[in-house]
């Protein structure tokens, strides 16, 4: 089975500064789907960003982008230009071909940002 | 707004009772996921449904229950509540079952069993 491991529980930025949020997963598998969901105080499950296992080129949203390394599977997340609205929690999550393709999340990081 | 719709949005219960949780999906949308998420379990996957048919079952409970009907509404039914069951309950979609379609979350359903 798949897992994912988020190894931050909390993490802090300034305004207008940027943040990497970690994420690492185990699969065995060669084709797979990685999204990052934020989750703000309202609790909405919000999609920030997916990325397709086999583009090698990393996925970018806007102020979002992300670190995707297949190799070491890892799939961090990197907020630019942090702004008070991006507080909330990160949910990262891994989606397998099969299984019927359900998500299967990370234990999240608190992201606090600091005016 | 995702357009994944849940009803109720809170609900407060006693120990032993049964409540349904309702589901609409996004328009389109065939397959529903259900999710739980407690504090202490994260968020869990409990069971799938696509155009009517059970297509993957998780961490669901005996006394729980899932279904879709051919409007492709689902309903999650708790039976023989207990606190532990206490959690925010997510209903989400997307177009088809196949790994490459985004999920789109409603915005959930709080239970409380006291």
């Known amino acids: 089975a798949q897992t994912v491991t988020q190894s931050q529980p909390e993490m802090s930025v300034q305004e207008a500064e940027t943040v990497t949020l970690s994420c690492t997963y185990d699969t065995s598998e060669s084709d797979y789907y990685l999204f990052w969901y934020k989750q703000p105080p309202s609790r909405q499950m919000i999609l920030v960003i997916r990325q397709e296992a086999y583009k090698q080129q990393n996925a970018t949203e806007n102020r979002f982008s992300v670190n995707f390394q297949k190799a070491a599977k890892s799939f961090s997340l990197k907020i630019s230009d942090s702004q008070l609205g991006d507080a909330a929690m990160y949910f990262c999550?891994?989606?397998?071909?099969?299984?019927?393709?359900?998500?299967?999340f990370g234990e999240g990081t608190q992201l606090t940002v600091n005016p | 707004d995702s357009g994944v719709t849940q009803t109720p949005k809170h609900l407060i219960t006693a120990t032993g009772q049964r409540v349904t949780l309702r589901c609409s999906p996004r328009s389109g949308d065939l397959s529903v996921y259900w999710y739980q998420q407690s504090l202490d379990q994260g968020l869990q996957f409990l069971i799938q449904y696509y155009n009517g048919e059970e297509r993957a079952k998780g961490n669901i409970l005996e006394r729980f229950s899932a279904q879709q009907f051919p409007d492709l509404h689902s309903e999650l039914n708790l039976s023989s509540l207990e606190l532990g069951d206490s959690a925010l309950y997510f209903c989400?979609?997307?177009?088809?079952?196949?790994?490459?379609?985004?999920?789109?979350f409603g915005e959930g359903s709080w239970l409380t069993v006291v």
């Open positions: 999550a891994y989606r397998s071909p099969i299984s019927g393709s359900r998500l299967t």
């Open positions: 989400a979609s997307s177009a088809l079952w196949t790994a490459g379609n985004t999920i789109y």
